[in-house]
Nanobody
Framework: QVQFVESGGGLVQPGGSLRLSCVAA????????MGWYRQGPGKQRELVAQ???????TYADSVKGRFTIARDNAKNTVYLQMNSLTPDDTATYYC?????????WGQGTQVTVSS
């Protein structure tokens, strides 16, 4: 059974940084197109960053230059490094792994940016 588990969320001040982690259990993370999504209060879930099996990365315009997605195959983990955080980044962040016609979601990790 495939399971993705996120960690690393928390409370951070504006301008601060956080690194989210998504570990793949029961599978190999490099087999999947991996994405980080977020859903803020009263908002729809949106794609923040994505990394393909070949390592190509894409980002939402709102996070370009501030967030970085990366994959560590040895640790079977995908990371989202988030810098220069603003209150608008406050959301629950979800890890998603897609392969063929299947997609798997993590349980989410809360990120709150506030002074």
């Amino acid at each position: 059974q495939v399971q993705f588990v996120e960690s690393g969320g928390g409370l951070v001040q504006p301008g601060g940084s956080l690194r989210l982690s998504c570990v793949a259990a029961g599978s190999i993370v490099s087999w999947y197109v991996m994405g980080w999504y977020r859903q803020g209060p009263g908002k729809q879930r949106e794609l923040v960053a994505q990394i393909t099996t070949g390592g190509t990365t894409t980002y939402a315009d709102s996070v370009k230059g501030r967030f970085t997605i990366a994959r560590d195959n040895a640790k079977n983990t995908v990371y989202l490094q988030m810098n220069s955080l603003t209150p608008d980044d406050t959301a629950t962040y979800y890890c998603n792994g897609a392969r063929a016609s299947f997609a798997y979601w993590g349980q989410g990790t809360q990120v709150t940016v506030s002074s």
